[in-house]
């Protein structure tokens, strides 16, 4: 393999063995999904160079990690990484901490302090000491720290694990924001197929210490052969832009990269990059383009597969200009449309979610 | 009736506070590596640190006296290096508190290092501390009262020493007659008194050491 970034590495720590190859992006956040003791953090650590007895070849930005003769430590690697339990030094305060990567950095910060503080709402935090705040303030700071350490690539474990769903929704916005801007890659490690969902553009699914399934979050959701598909509660990502504004109704449309436009609620910084999300549940097809329906989004589409079947029901997948829709209809519906591969029908989108609601 | 006797005191604060300055050189990084390592030998390590806990001084001292001898393996060697035994003299004297006193800077510190734990370090690795780095600004911070403990117990036990002492440093004047020696002779003299007067320094400094311990260590738990 040829590719700039690459990652190879193989390691055997107790009785478990951990054998992953795949390419780092050079931009954009890479999940990487698998059930506990799949060897996810184990895979991360091996990236951060925390494991000393891992083999195998990293290449990084041109720059040599791990080959056969060395390994480099991990402060040589310019890495910074948040832990699922954000290891905050205890005896510093949160600014004490905040500067300790910076006093620590090669390069000049690309972050404007101010700004990402603001952003991840520390600023009134500096002076307080990690055992006075919340998990969730506490996640916060650990991100803020890793990011003005001013990495090359940043290895995210679980960095919500620890926390309890009030946390979670308290964190899940900056992360969301922080996939928005960052312009570095992101190794994001999670259990959560939610999570990978939102944040992640490409995702790698582990599994006994083997990658067994790698590619964009999109297709990871809605393709047959892909262990992320979920049959109960399908759903399908799509990034979109907004690219018109319907004041008069409060609408926004969004063009997906293939070019299917689609309208949502709420008026949207035009040019802005949201994430759209649509179960499956609330896509239902009609042969005709209903006119006389109060469903905004109503797209002619081919039927592509049929990704899964129960007694009653089959999950279907659709694409419009290359953008693949998942559909769960009945049998029953199924049959009366009479249905076959590459058959033409509108597909009527009852709801779709917007991720990225920031504002 | 006191001033003969402040020979003995300062001389043996000298001898305390020169150790103590030693063993915490010394023991910082064999504590570390007993708190770090995964070694084998890990075990027998921590029973030789910790010898002279339960070893009689005068066994200690027996063997100090024949290691230390200018026919001993480590005496006559200094002898060749620089012309001075390492018996009943003050330098033979600080060689001996180290190796004694050592269990009682080490084991402290050991236990510091080992509830620092590894997670905060790879946190400083991961943040671009070099490992010394990160032990000055990570793990010695941390071992704080760590350190305090192995301060107090390392200077306290120096300056009681009794056996040891005798054994291969003796009584003489200024150069290896310590306080619990010179306790020792007022006592043999029947001079009672200044026994005494010793004594009492003596006791009080070993109560205030140990009240200052535990009050260091009530305020970690708080």
């Known amino acids: ?359 | 009736m006191l001033l003969p006797d402040l020979g003995p005191l300062l001389l043996t604060v000298k001898l305390a506070f020169i150790s103590t300055s030693v063993l915490i050189v010394i023991g910082t990084p064999v504590a570390w590596w007993l708190a770090t390592t995964r070694c084998r030998i890990k075990p027998f390590a921590e029973a030789i640190v910790a010898l002279p806990i339960v070893l009689p001084p005068t066994v200690m001292g027996f063997y100090l006296l024949i290691l230390f001898s200018p026919q001993g393996a480590l005496g006559s060697f200094w002898y060749e290096l620089s012309g001075q035994a390492l018996t009943f003299n003050f330098f033979g004297l600080v060689v001996a508190s180290v190796l004694y006193s050592l269990p009682f800077v080490v084991q402290p510190l050991q236990s510091a290092f080992e509830s620092v734990g590894k997670d905060l370090m790879e946190a400083a690795y991961t943040l671009g501390a070099k490992p010394l780095d990160a032990f000055f600004s990570v793990a010695v911070p941390l071992a704080k009262r760590g350190y305090l403990t192995a301060i107090v117990l390392g200077f306290s036990h120096t300056l009681g020493e009794f056996g040891v002492v005798l054994m291969i440093g003796g009584n003489i004047p200024g150069e290896t007659r310590l306080i619990s020696i010179a306790i020792y002779d007022h006592v043999e003299s029947l001079e009672y008194a200044q026994a005494h007067t010793l004594s009492l320094i003596l006791l009080a400094f070993a109560f205030v050491s140990m009240l200052l311990m535990y009050l260091i260590n009530q305020r970690s738990k708080a």
């Open chain 1, 1 to 359: 393999m040829t590719a700039a970034n690459y990652c190879s590495v193989q390691l055997i720590k107790d009785g478990f063995e951990l054998n992953a190859e795949f390419e780092i992006p050079q931009k954009g956040v890479l999940g990487i999904f698998g059930h506990s003791g799949s060897g996810k953090t184990t895979l991360l650590r091996c990236l951060a160079g925390l494991e000393d007895k891992a083999s195998g070849r990293i290449i990084f930005n041109d720059c040599e990690w791990l080959n056969d003769k060395k390994s480099l430590s991990s402060q040589q690697r310019n890495i910074a990484y948040v832990f699922q339990d954000s290891r905050l030094f205890p005896h510093l305060t949160v600014l004490k901490n905040l500067q300790y990567g910076v006093k620590r950095s090669a390069s000049e910060l690309q972050y404007n302090w101010d700004s990402l503080l603001q952003l991840l709402n520390i600023e009134n935090l500096l002076e307080r000491k990690p055992e006075t705040l919340s998990g969730g303030e506490k996640q916060r700071v650990a991100i803020a720290r890793s990011l003005l350490k001013n990495p090359q690539l940043l290895l995210m474990d679980e960095p919500m694990a620890s926390l309890d769903a009030a946390h979670k929704n308290e964190i899940i916005p900056y992360l969301e924001t922080l996939h928005e801007t960052l312009n570095i890659p992101l190794v994001y490690v999670s259990h959560s197929l939610q999570e990978v969902s939102r944040f992640c553009d490409r995702v790698l699914v582990l599994e006994s210490g083997k990658v067994i399934y790698s590619d964009t979050v999109s297709k990871a959701l809605s393709s047959a052969d892909s262990p992320l598909l979920k049959t109960q509660n399908a759903v399908a990502v799509f990034d979109a832009v907004v690219s018109e504004l319907d004041a008069e109704f409060c609408l926004s449309s969004l063009i997906t990269d293939n070019g299917t436009v689609l309208q949502v609620k709420g008026l949207h910084e035009a040019g802005r990059k949201l994430r759209l999300r649509i179960n499956a549940a609330d896509v239902s097809l009609s042969k005709s383009r209903v006119v006389d329906s109060s469903i905004l989004n109503i797209l002619l589409a081919k039927v592509v597969a049929v990704v899964d079947e129960t007694d009653s029901e089959v999950l279907l997948q659709l694409s419009v200009n290359e953008d693949i829709f998942l559909s769960r209809i009945s049998k029953k519906s199924f049959s009366l449309l009479n249905l076959t591969i590459d058959s033409d029908i509108f597909i009527q989108i009852k709801g779709v979610v917007l991720q990225s609601l920031l504002d």
